[in-house]
């Protein structure tokens, strides 16, 4: 069974920087395309990120410009550079495959104004 583990989220404040990251196990990541989603209070989980098991990214509206999505397959390990953060970036952050496995447990980016 595959095992997501998210880490990295912080107090930062804005304007900062962040490097989420997250471990996979028990699958075959290079096969996955991944993603990373955030859920703010409140509000539905959506999508930041993905990276498609060819290396190819897409990203969502707030996120270009300011994430950047990588992985490192032979390690297990998928990551999101997050550059000037904002206050409403504020969430738990998780990874998953595009379609989702189990959800991790996320982790938590708080962005002071």
């Known amino acids: 069974q595959v095992q997501l583990v998210e880490s990295g989220g912080a107090l930062v404040e804005a304007g900062g920087s962040l490097r989420l990251s997250c471990s996979v196990s028990?699958?075959?990541?290079?096969?996955?395309?991944m993603a990373w989603y955030r859920q703010r209070s409140g509000e539905e989980r959506e999508l930041v990120a993905q990276?498609?098991?060819?290396?190819?990214?897409t990203y969502v509206d707030f996120a270009k410009g300011r994430f950047k999505m990588s992985r490192e397959n032979e390690k297990g390990m998928v990551y999101l550079q997050m550059n000037s953060l904002r206050p409403e970036d504020t969430a738990v952050y998780y990874c998953?495959?595009?379609?989702?496995?189990?959800w991790g447990q996320g982790t938590q980016v708080t962005v002071s104004s």
């Open positions: 998953n495959r595009v379609p989702p496995f189990n």
């Open positions: 028990g699958g075959y990541l290079a096969f996955y395309t």
């Open positions: 990276m498609f098991s060819g290396g190819r990214e």
